[in-house]
């Protein structure tokens, strides 16, 4: 087998590292953490997560948990973000949440321990030369970002900018103001803390997001921020009612103190950690100045002694214009050996960048083995996200989560369906057309290379 490069140990570089060394290959993997540290990672761990500690949905009619089923299926013995996820999980309603510290150790100790695979623990300058991966996400070198666009023969790369949610610590917070339950008791039905707000209240704390202190230096008004990752000041000046039909919803969470009685709004709090010792303010993603956030955050009733143990911030990401410059399966033009990987695609979303990491190890494979590469059809989620990447209009190229409106339509059949009776269907002929795939391109890895 041959000697590979991956260079980014975030959650998919690390997956394609571990998943070409299933596969029998040598790899080295480059990480410049610590030597070189980010603006938003505070460890030097493997597969470090810096924003939401959930993995979202694994219910199979779900778009996210139809992307894991793809994933477990194509990856050598599975996924092995999956598998450290779920031996690091904490409740979390349907989805699936994990302890982030626990689960960057479990990844970092898996990899590390692989014979397989040398961590090297350095900047990588330039693209390297011979078969790899870069996976390198949203937060790329400034070195690196320069090859990059050197080979690309772009004089910018494309960006936006990313907030973060503050975390809050459970001691700190007012238990008898706040109640746990889960939306329309799903989970465990008291998966998060809510804080219910009348309207007196919400109205006050809309008036004071849409006038607190931002952090200047930026041109905030001409920022393409993620629509899924919206700062919550910047969804306050959209309406003053915005909120209340977002992260700040009333409905399916009932008040116990107020005798049942529904909520103006609630903030959601979800764990950060199994012991529940750290909460995260659901949504609350914000470019307020830290004092701001102080003041501000502490309105809402149970946190006004809230200790902020994270604050929210912001960060740039930068992705590359894929369907102007990249192969199908997400190559250099010129070099089908060197494969680009996670967010820095244009994918949104942990599983989404860990789908193209395992895709992209799949198919770094075949091709140092003779082989094409090959793409999963359209008709499946993880076929779906890779055609959106590869046909999507080059002048209006934005990141992308996995839904199913990536999915070719049914074809045949009532023309009219509900949407359960619909998903259905759709996850029917996904796992169908996945597997069929995988056998016609001989992708089933039984058994994972020896470890010898």
Same mark, same amino acid.
């Given at each position: ?194 804080? @219910? ?26 920022? @393409? ?13 959209? %309406? ?61 009733? %149970? ?45 949104? %979303? ?27 059809? @359209?008709?499946?989620?993880? %076929? ?63 058994? @994972?290379?020896?470890?010898?």
């Amino acid at each position: 087998m041959a000697d590979v490069t991956v260079v980014g140990g975030g959650l998919s570089g690390s997956e394609a590292a571990y998943q070409l060394a299933e596969r029998g290959h040598h790899v080295t993997l480059y990480e410049m953490r610590p030597v070189k540290g980010t603006p938003a990672h505070h460890t030097d761990k493997l597969g470090e997560i810096v924003c939401s500690n959930t993995f979202k949905s694994e219910d199979p009619q779900n778009a996210h948990g139809l992307l894991k089923l793809e994933m477990d299926e194509l990856g050598a013995g599975g996924s092995l973000l999956l598998a450290c996820a779920r031996e690091s999980r904490i409740p979390g309603g349907t989805a699936l949440t994990v302890d982030r510290i626990e689960f960057a150790g479990r990844m970092t100790a898996a990899i590390e321990a692989h014979p397989r695979i040398r961590v090297a623990r350095e900047e990588m300058a330039e693209l390297p030369a011979g078969p790899a991966i870069v996976a390198t996400g949203p937060l790329t070198s400034d070195a690196l970002s320069l090859s990059i666009r050197r080979a690309l023969g772009e004089d910018e790369g494309l960006s936006f900018f990313d907030a973060i949610a503050p975390v809050v610590s459970d001691e700190s917070l007012d238990k008898e103001t706040l109640f746990a339950a889960s939306r329309w008791g799903k989970g465990e039905g008291d998966d998060y803390l809510n804080a @219910p707000m009348t309207r007196e209240e919400y109205e006050a704390f809309i008036h004071e997001l849409k006038n607190g202190e931002e952090h200047a230096g930026h041109d905030w008004e001409n920022v @393409p921020y993620f629509e899924g990752c919206l700062p919550i000041e910047v969804m306050a000046h959209r %309406g003053d009612e915005t909120l209340r039909f977002g992260p700040m919803k009333p409905v399916g969470l009932p008040v116990p103190q107020w005798d049942g009685k529904r909520a103006h709004a609630i903030v959601q709090l979800r764990r950060e950690d199994r012991a529940g010792q750290m909460w995260n303010l659901v949504g609350f993603q914000t470019r307020l100045r830290i004092p701001e956030q102080k003041r501000i955050f502490r309105m809402i009733p %149970g946190l006004q002694d809230a200790e902020f143990l994270r604050w929210g911030s912001i960060h740039r990401n930068t992705y590359l214009n894929f369907p102007a410059r990249l192969s199908p399966h997400g190559s250099l033009r010129g070099r089908p050996e060197l494969i680009f990987a996670g967010q820095i695609t244009g994918v949104e %979303g942990y599983t989404e960048s860990t789908a193209v990491g395992i895709l992209a190890a799949a198919n770094l494979d075949r091709i140092v083995r003779g082989l094409d590469p090959a793409v999963p059809p @359209p008709t499946t989620m993880m %076929g779906g996200l890779m055609r959106y990447l590869r046909d999507s209009d080059p002048k209006h190229f934005a990141p992308m989560n996995s839904n199913f409106g990536l999915l070719d339509p049914l074809e045949g059949g009532p023309k009219k369906l509900k949407k359960e009776a619909r998903r259905e269907l759709l996850v029917e002929r996904a796992r169908a057309d996945f597997g069929a795939w995988m056998d016609a391109h001989e992708l089933r890895v039984d058994e @994972p290379a020896a470890r010898a």
